[in-house]
């Protein structure tokens, strides 16, 4: 769903591709592959700071990353995931310029429901995610001090995948 909003003005320029594999009837594994920019800590919560310009960055971070997820099929359509991303961090000044690297471990534990569609060859799946970063290495000061003030996760993230069986 995320992806969507780069056709709006002021794209978070993130793209997701997840190749899936159904190990049995109710056990699922994936391998996502992930690249996004953003300009402001991930921990802000909903509320009057979500949308505040003044909590950006002084600058963007450029993530990208592949890795690895686990989905298991509890009853019905009604599934958990726990998905585990590290991703290379490029920190940029705010005319675009690399000014430091970094690694993130960007985890996430994902509760959902799996919609069949079109003789169960195409599939959405509307869920709800709480996402954490543990780990967040070699972050430029002036970036730090801005995460410094929220928490290193965030709860009630929404998640809209769809995807294609072959």
């Known amino acids: 769903m995320f992806m969507l909003f780069n056709a709006f003005p ?3 320029k993130f793209v997701q591709l997840n190749l899936g594999y ?8 994936s391998l996502e592959a992930i690249t996004w920019t953003y300009d402001r800590p991930l921990g802000i919560p909903w509320g009057p700071s979500f949308d ?18 686990y989905q298991r099929f509890l009853w019905r359509g009604a599934y958990a995931a726990a998905h585990a991303l590290p991703q290379l ?7 675009g310029r690399e000014i430091q690297k970094g690694f993130q471990l960007f985890t996430t534990l994902r509760a959902g429901y799996h919609v069949p569609m079109f003789r169960k060859r195409f599939f959405i799946e509307p869920s709800i995610a709480m ?3 543990p ?14 003030k929220w928490s290193e996760y965030f709860l009630a993230a929404p998640g809209l995948h769809f995807g294609m069986r072959f």
């Open 135 to 148: 780990i967040n290495t070699n972050v430029p000061d002036s970036f730090a001090a801005r995460d410094r």
């Open 52 to 69: 505040d310009k003044r909590e950006n960055y002084p600058g963007s971070v450029r993530s990208v990353g592949v890795g690895v997820a």
């Open 131 to 133: 996402t954490a970063w």
């Open 10 to 12: 002021d794209p978070p």
């Open 89 to 95: 961090q490029q920190y940029r000044d705010p005319a």
């Open 22 to 29: 159904r190990v049995t009837d109710r056990d699922v594994v």
